[in-house]
């Protein structure tokens, strides 16, 4: 790398904005995920740990439940390195088996439960994932999918094992007609998860697991190709907890209560709104339906003091018709990311709640926190925020990657710290082209302001952001090529009102092939997670193209803009 570039790479103008309290480097503790859960129990025993529809489960009882599932494991054959599959909504066993398969050094490998089948084999079999924990909503689907996979065990759990008197008896009578269980095939393997923890011993062997050890398969879709399994050490998930806990040195220990609306199998929602829940000893009240109601009886009902959320969350939260008429003021800090939020729905929130709302950005290959505005210090509107402690950011020229480029000049982002992932899973030259000199190359264009602030300018990935997923058109259009009329295929994302971008497919037939818009759409609808749909299609006798034959799907993203000007 250039001489001029060390120097200017090596300059920190952001921590001269750092809050009061908030360290340039952290003392970071030598403490795996699952031996913060054993501190916590051992500091706040009997404090509520997660709330499931008002369902209280204590520290303590979470060990329990952690330490007979690790032994239920140890019994299934289940050896430290191995991989463990969990497909479920943010519901308690969720929470307790991720616990579990790191504690016996096993690597967790967390799956969307919206996703396909066909989706899910690739995952399951690229990780090679040897057990699933499941929900009985998809455990029949599943057990059909095992002989295509390596996984030999099927644990089983409902949303039923874990509610409140009168809920727990009235599930059983109406939960099937609601949707809301199924009955499991009988199949060799399929073990029920309150059956299972009942019969073993909380008695896990002692399995010595190190920062430099896989901790989780996290799978992302990149920019090329199928999605790529991130390897994320023990040493990347407990820096990350640690750097967000010095960011809000204002949140007590054992005395907050976290809205656990994120998906847990996201690293979002995985690392700001458990693993630093767990650490820190607070409540986390589980939505495993993040939809408007769904959110606001959760803020009224159990008064989270620290939110988590994604732009389309609070955008439904605020379009509730009930909104005005209930008190958030419970609410002290939120933390957005994912996708930009506008200025006008910051404003509005804040007013409703009284809180702050801090704006940040993270991949899945940085575990995923890089940069948060300050939380009582200076925002800046449109901005991602600072580096995180012991974070470093800096913005090199789109040719050669090489040369740091000075203030105010738009760049590829690239990222340095602890939290940086260790590389894709069997993916050596992807890993070679992402992590270069030491440092994460984002993908994403961007430029740091003189104050050391963060803009996110444009994605040189082409991903779609839809209701805070991450959608790659790849996915999209390696099904629409499945189609028999299809020639060509390509997506981009277009403004949707409600999910921020949705995909949107142009279309090329084959010569003497007829189709519709909707005929396009429902052939994807079986084949891909419902926010993957397309929500348009347009059919072009050919698509722009680079002379070797690429298609060009920058022009396609001109075109459309162009529309969207008139």
């Known amino acids: 790398m250039a001489e001029q570039g060390s120097k200017t790479a090596g300059q920190k103008p952001w921590l001269k904005f750092y809050d009061e309290g908030v360290p340039e480097q952290v003392e970071y503790e030598d403490i ?22 008002g369902f209280k489960v204590s520290y303590r009882e979470l060990k329990d439940m952690v330490d007979r599932f690790a032994t239920a494991l140890d019994g299934f054959g289940v050896k430290k390195g191995d991989a463990v599959a969990i497909l479920l909504p943010n519901v308690i066993p969720c929470v307790a088996a991720y616990y579990a398969i790191l504690k016996i050094g096993a690597v967790a490998v967390m799956n969307n439960p919206l996703y396909s089948d066909r989706e899910l084999s690739h995952q399951f079999n690229d990780s090679g994932s040897k057990v699933l924990i499941t929900l009985d909503l998809l455990a029949n689907r599943m057990i059909d999918l095992r002989p295509m996979t390596s996984v030999r065990q099927i644990v089983v759990t409902s949303i039923g094992d874990y509610l409140p008197f009168p809920k727990n008896l009235l599930f ?23 059956e299972l923890l009942a019969r073993t011993k909380p008695d896990p062997p002692m399995v010595a697991v190190t920062f430099d050890d896989v901790a989780q398969y996290q799978y992302t879709g990149g920019t090329t190709g199928v999605s790529k399994g991130v390897m994320l050490t023990h040493g990347n998930l407990s820096t990350t907890v640690q750097q967000i806990a010095a960011w809000f040195p204002e949140f007590e220990k054992g005395n907050e209560v976290m809205l656990g609306a994120l998906p847990f199998f996201h690293v979002f929602g995985l690392t700001t709104a458990m693993n630093l829940s767990v650490a820190a ?93 300050p939380f009582r210090g200076k925002r800046k509107v449109g901005s991602i925020g600072i580096p995180l402690p012991d974070t470093e950011c800096a913005i090199v020229d789109l040719e050669t990657g090489e040369k740091f480029l000075p203030p105010g000049e738009s760049g590829e982002l690239v990222v340095k710290g602890p939290q940086v992932m260790a590389g894709y899973l069997n993916k050596p030259e992807e890993t070679a082209e992402t992590l270069r000199n030491g440092w994460l190359y984002t993908g994403d264009i961007a430029t740091m302001d003189e104050d050391g602030y963060f803009y996110i300018v444009d994605r040189k990935k082409d991903m779609i952001i839809s209701g805070g997923y991450n959608v790659y058109p790849r996915d999209i259009e390696e099904v629409v090529y499945m189609n028999p009329k299809v020639k060509e295929a390509c997506v981009i994302g277009i403004p949707h009102p409600t999910r921020g971008e949705a995909a949107k497919v142009f279309v090329v037939l084959k010569e003497g092939q007829q189709a519709t818009e909707e005929e396009i759409i429902d052939f994807c609808k079986d084949k891909l997670a419902k926010y993957k749909w397309p929500t348009a299609v347009e059919f072009r006798t050919e698509l722009p193209k680079t002379n070797v034959g690429k298609i060009l799907r920058k022009e396609l993203r001109a075109e459309e803009a162009m529309k969207g000007g008139e």
Request: hydrophobic fraction near 40%; aromatic fraction near 8%.
């Open 281 to 373: 000893g607070w409540t986390d009240v589980l939505v495993p339906k993040p939809q408007p109601d769904e959110l606001l009886e959760a803020l009224t009902k159990f008064k989270p003091t620290f939110t988590p959320l994604v732009p389309t969350m609070y955008i439904g939260l605020l379009n509730h018709p009930d909104i005005k008429n209930v008190d958030l003021t419970s609410v002290k800090g939120c933390f957005s990311g994912s996708a930009p939020l506008a200025v006008e729905v910051i404003k509005e929130f804040e007013k409703i709640t009284g809180a702050t709302i801090v704006e940040g950005f993270g991949m899945t290959e940085s575990s995923p926190v890089v940069t948060v505005n």
């Open 32 to 53: 795996t995920i699952p031996e913060g859960l054993d501190r916590t129990v051992a500091e706040f025993p009997e404090n509520t740990a997660l709330i499931f529809q």
């Open 172 to 194: 059983p009578l109406v939960a099937k007609k609601k949707g809301l269980a199924a009955d499991v095939k009988q199949a060799p393997d399929v073990y029920k998860w309150k």
